[in-house]
């Protein structure tokens, strides 16, 4: 229960920032890791999009610069969070998802993912946890 309520908080959060469609983060994102470690996305040559044409992108340190999460689509709001629930913190994103059909069929809707944190600051593979038409 406690996860389904985390859950909907993050995704009414998520919502509620996520501004209009396309395909570009819509601002450089920093997310405080903590221990003054902040962590931003860029696009990235050394990652294939979702269509294997475009560049995708990735998650990295300030600390380093080690690339701690890979993304397919551009990810149009990203937070960390413990999602889960087991004290580390994890990645939770909303990207334009091609799967995902538009409120009109014609447009693609949008999915929430989450990559849980595996405790060294990288993330496993995300996971899909819910899709949505619109975000008006
Ligand atoms: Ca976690």
């Not at 860029?42 to 999460?69: A, E, P």
């Not at 889960?84 to 409120?103: E, H, Q, W």
């Not at 993912?113 to 975000?135: E, N, P, Y």
């Amino acid at each position: 229960m406690k996860n389904v309520i985390l859950a909907l908080t993050v995704l009414v959060s998520l919502a509620v920032l996520v501004g209009c469609d396309g395909g570009e983060p819509q601002h450089l994102q920093m997310l405080n890791a903590g221990n003054g470690e902040y962590l931003y996305v860029k696009l990235d040559q050394n990652v294939k999009g979702s269509d294997g044409l475009h560049i995708g992108y990735s998650l990295r340190s300030t600390k380093d610069g080690r690339v701690l999460h890979t993304f397919q689509y551009a990810p149009q709001e990203v937070r960390l969070d413990d999602f889960d629930g087991d004290g580390v913190k994890d990645l939770v994103y909303i990207v334009l998802d091609p799967s995902v059909k538009g409120f009109d069929g014609l447009h693609i809707g949008y999915s929430t993912r989450v990559a849980l944190g595996k405790g060294d600051g990288s993330f496993q593979q995300a996971k899909v946890v819910a899709t949505f038409d619109s975000i008006e």
